[in-house]
């Protein structure tokens, strides 16, 4: 047994944990909301050789789209996966360039992610399929709650559906003929309810050694407050609990850890100011818009390992996964038209 696991009634200092989006305008002063009007790509960065790369691009994406045949109606404007040119982000080839991997039946098939954050709407249509219970776990009273990282609620409230959009984006079913699909669509996904009730050293060792010997990739969007004044570092059993999953976990191989960056980018944060996001055992992941640059909210420092594209604003939206069986599909396409 890990020292930690034998000391609980000594983890009672309650830590402040912050969640942390994809930052729309909403939540925004009016001023900086004002400031995130649609960029059109400057004409200076345009040459004859970039014209030509996107003529390519696009009849390369169109090949693409019709080998893979995804069938879920709102992936074609997921331009984060393929990006061809679609009217809310100009600068073509700006993309993960998702697709090409699944002709190669590289689609998360035999892996499986776990979701360390609140709710995880295990019924929803889009996730049900691939929701595995064997690595799941309600972290917040399961006394009262039961074990399912759903919890207590018929009707999951809103601000308990962080975890449910963060499992959507990670491992959406594909081909269902419902929304879009996550970055891996055949991946087994597990929820660890644990930041729905008060959050310690001892709840977040917890969360992150939870059978590590099972599960591949820990995925965490949340940490200290982005208030551009907080410091703080993994506590002493966390910070165990990440050196015994990436000595243990994965029969050996080890665990694989991924946190946000941060939202603190309006306040002058910095992910250095974050011991988890600077820790060398996690892979830290940053933001970008829909011109390729840092979105304002993301927080930059030298931990960061990747950035993807996100987005930064409604007009520049990513395809979330709702509680309650719903979905950002509409208003996403509400955006779209707008723009046409």
């Known amino acids: 047994l890990l020292d930690w696991q034998v000391q609980e009634i000594k983890q009672l200092k309650i830590l402040n944990v912050q969640k942390r989006f ?26 004859e050789s ?6 390519q691009y696009i009849e390369y994406a169109k090949r693409i789209r019709s080998a893979v045949n995804v069938n879920d109606p709102a992936a074609y404007y997921v331009w984060q996966y393929l990006n061809d040119g679609n009217s809310v982000s100009p600068l073509i080839g700006l993309d993960i360039n998702l697709y090409p991997i699944f002709l190669e039946d590289v689609t998360g098939r035999g892996t499986n992610v776990v979701i360390l954050d609140d709710g995880l709407d295990t019924s929803h249509p889009d996730l049900q399929a691939n929701y595995d219970e064997t690595i799941s776990v309600n972290m917040d009273r399961p006394q009262e709650n039961g074990l399912s990282p759903r919890g207590p609620r018929k009707i999951i409230p809103e601000n308990d559906g962080h975890g449910t ?16 699909h996550g970055v891996a669509p055949k991946t087994k996904l ?34 200290p407050s982005d208030d551009g004044i907080t ?4 506590h002493k059993y966390a910070k165990d609990s990440l050196s015994h999953g990436l000595a243990k976990g994965r029969n050996g ?10 939202n603190g980018g309006l306040f002058g944060d910095s992910c250095g100011a974050d011991g ?3 820790s060398p055992d996690v892979i830290a992941v940053s933001a970008v818009d829909n011109l390729g640059q840092k979105t304002m909210y993301s927080e930059p420092c030298s931990a960061i390992r990747v950035s993807v594209p996100v987005g930064g604003s409604p007009e520049m939206s990513d395809m979330n996964i709702l509680v309650n069986n719903n979905n950002e599909f509409l208003s996403f396409i509400r955006v779209i038209v707008n723009y046409q």
Request: glycine letters at 10%; one cysteine or more; a neutral charge.
């Open 276 to 278: 988890f996001v600077s």
């Open 22 to 47: 994809t930052v729309y305008n909403s939540e925004f002063d009016a001023k900086v909301a004002q400031s995130l009007k649609k960029t059109p790509l400057p004409k200076e960065m345009m040459t």
């Open 50 to 55: 970039d014209a030509e790369y996107n003529r």
């Open 190 to 223: 597990g929820g660890i309810r644990m930041l729905t009730g008060p959050v310690t050293d001892f709840v977040e060792a917890k969360g992150l050694s939870y059978k590590v010997e099972l599960i591949n990739i820990f995925c965490s969007s949340w940490g």
């Open 253 to 262: 191989l080890g665990s694989i850890y991924i946190f946000a960056s941060g």
């Open 165 to 180: 959009r963060c499992a959507g984006l990670a491992g959406a079913v594909i081909n269902n003929s419902f929304c879009s």
């Open 231 to 234: 410091m703080d570092l993994p």
